[in-house]
């Protein structure tokens, strides 16, 4: 007779409930999850151009530890990469209260060459390589954000 342990573990459930970007001297923008449709030309938001900013993820771990849990993001202008980045926001067990996690002040570029249209691919995944959230989006840097 053949017996087997059953050990399987549950993988755990990491959920983006919100994503919000912050910038001095205007309200934050909280952008929708999941990310709605749009037309393809339609930008999500606009930043003014050498404005400081951060972006404030929320989300929520279920049933097992996440471990090595990442955000990258990668932007594009007329199809140029000009931008990557890879953050590292780290190891997360489960709980009822979402986590919160706030990155670094950066700087939008500025200038003449730097207003436009953009094009990003975001992913959140964990050192298992497992994708929580995937969305593509298009944004605008503009002399002014009066237009978002």
Not at 79 to 87: A, C, F, P, R
Not at 92 to 119: D, K
Request: hydrophobic share 30%; charged share 25%.
């Amino acid at each position: 007779m053949l017996h087997t342990k059953c050990t399987e573990t549950l993988e755990p459930y990491v959920k983006i409930t919100s994503l919000s970007i912050l910038s001095p001297g205007r309200p934050d923008i909280v952008l929708p999850l999941p990310a709605e449709p749009r037309g393809s030309k339609e930008p999500w938001f606009t930043l003014k151009e050498g404005s400081a900013y951060q972006l404030k993820f929320s989300f929520t771990v279920a049933d097992n530890i996440v471990s090595g849990l990442r955000y990258t993001n990668t932007v594009w202008k007329a199809g140029i990469k000009v931008d990557s980045t890879k953050e590292m926001l780290g190891t997360f067990s489960p709980q009822s209260e979402p986590y919160t996690y706030l990155t670094p002040e950066e700087t939008t570029p500025s200038g003449m060459f730097a207003r436009g249209s953009y094009t990003a691919k975001t992913k959140f995944l964990d050192d298992d390589r497992k994708c929580y959230l995937e969305m593509n989006y298009t944004f605008d840097i503009r002399r002014d954000c009066s237009s978002s």
